[in-house]
């Protein structure tokens, strides 16, 4: 069995790993460490919550450990992160691992006042772990100089590609030197993905563990539902599991998010809060730490908690809401069952999420388990539309009863146009004849071609 001390670790990074709890590296930390020990440029890609961040963390602590101390406003290290949450995790993990040493780190985002991130800079920091608008913010203010950055890393980098961070990436990656060393981590590697790690490694080392897709001890359930009674299923759904240790439930929207927290409180008897955009940072910094030590047991988030956040023993993950890609659900069903844990995803699916179900049995290439929850009492739609499809057999897919039940209609082309003329069908565009626009445009070329003393004057 592979150890830490296989590597070409000093005696001083040891003992921090061993401070923080790491006993065995996990099968992303095995390849990618001593990789990266060497230089090499990587692009890592594994399963959510296989320790993805102390895999870059443990060789840029050893590296910076035979480093001078970092100048004011110079950090060595920079960590690029799509949401506060996750900034804050990797500080977290930082400061566990490089416990005994004298490395400093911050984070920078949104939601805190500049001066007190400046005043950190001042102090000097040897990794700067930062959400990409706010880094921009301190460059553009001159408070923050990127010449010394000997290391760059970009975690979760498919996430960043979602929020829309592609131009604000290539503005960081002008201002850093050529020189450094690039780590890319991400659970997904989409085509957008391979061209930015073109652009920006130099012959990097790809490095892929396992299958991107949701883990095997995962549990993973479909339950359809009409829309109207997702809240009243997910009650009930709640009220008969028995070993309910920490619940993550998905919304879509924070006004849901809102709604939804207190009616599965007061349901369950489980303390719960919410989590999305419209909190502060310290509240949304409080409901993730009262949902880490256990104070509540139930979060309600949308999915700024869908990506990188490392939180132990989340026994359940509920999809209220179907996930728009099947990313985001690989995501959140990846936040149960970490670290070899067993866990359970539920999903509810609405008759409107049906394409959205089937998108993510092909990615996951697998159909995945349908069922009807026993002496629950539907309400089932008029039968015009097809009630059997909320009364799947055992086994069989949301796809399937959907589908076969209730194949899509075509599209039908309107008989007739917007100014009431009747719709002529033309099997051949050529034959189709001429709009006026058209007749205009045929016109002023023939005119073109005539001689001045050929054209009409008006």
Not at 160 to 176: E, P, Q, S, W, Y
Request: glycine share 6%; charged share 30%.
């Amino acid at each position: 069995m592979t150890s830490f001390k296989d590597f070409a670790l000093s005696d001083d990074t040891l003992e921090g790993i061993e401070r923080a709890g790491f006993a065995s590296p996990t099968a992303i930390q095995e390849l990618v460490i001593p990789a990266a020990l060497e230089g090499r440029d990587i692009i890592g890609c594994a399963q959510t919550g296989t320790g993805k961040t102390a895999a870059f963390l443990i060789p840029i602590i050893e590296a910076l450990g035979d480093m001078k101390e970092a100048r004011r406003f110079h950090p060595r290290a920079l960590v690029v992160v799509p949401t506060r949450e996750l900034a804050q995790q990797v500080i977290d993990h930082f400061e566990a691992l490089s416990q005994g040493s004298e490395l400093r780190a911050t984070a920078v985002y949104g939601g805190v006042e500049l001066g007190r991130q400046e005043h950190d800079f001042d102090q000097g920091v040897e990794v700067l772990v930062a959400t990409p608008g706010r880094l921009l913010e301190h460059l553009e203010r001159g408070a923050l100089k990127l010449r010394d950055i000997s290391f760059f890393v970009i975690d979760e980098a498919d996430r960043m590609l979602d929020a829309g961070f592609i131009a604000d990436l290539r503005r960081i990656v002008d201002k850093l030197p050529e020189r450094r060393q690039t780590m890319l981590f991400s659970a997904t590697m989409p085509p957008e993905m391979e061209r930015l790690a073109r652009a920006i490694l130099s012959e990097p080392e790809r490095i892929q563990v396992g299958l991107v897709a949701p883990r095997e001890r995962i549990t993973e359930v479909f339950y359809p539902v009409m829309e109207s009674q997702k809240t009243d299923l997910l009650k009930e759904i709640l009220s008969r599991e028995q070993d309910l240790q920490k619940v993550m439930v998905f919304v879509r929207t924070r006004a849901r998010a809102k709604e939804l927290a207190p009616a599965l409180a007061a349901v369950t008897g489980l303390a719960a809060d919410e989590l999305h955009a419209d909190l502060t940072q310290a509240q949304r910094t409080a409901a993730l730490e009262n949902f880490r030590t256990g104070r509540t047991r139930l979060l309600v988030a949308t999915d700024v908690a869908a990506r990188g956040l490392d939180i132990e023993a989340v026994s359940h993950v509920i999809n209220y809401d179907v996930p728009n890609t099947p990313d985001d659900y690989i995501h959140r069903v990846g936040r149960t069952a970490r670290l070899d844990r067993a866990g359970s995803a539920m999903t509810l699916v609405s008759p409107k999420e049906l394409a959205l179900s089937l998108a993510i049995e092909e990615a996951v290439r697998r159909p995945i388990r349908t069922q009807r929850l026993e002496n629950f009492v539907y309400e089932f739609p008029p039968e015009s539309e097809e009630p059997e499809a909320l009364r799947p057999a055992q086994g069989d897919t949301v796809a399937r009863e959907f589908t076969e039940r209730k194949p899509v209609a075509e599209k039908r082309e309107k008989p007739f146009t917007k100014s009431g003329q009747l719709r002529p069908k033309f099997r051949d565009p050529d034959d189709r004849p001429p709009r006026r626009n058209e007749k205009k445009r045929e016109a002023k070329k023939i005119m073109n071609k005539r001689l001045p003393h050929q054209r009409k004057r008006k």
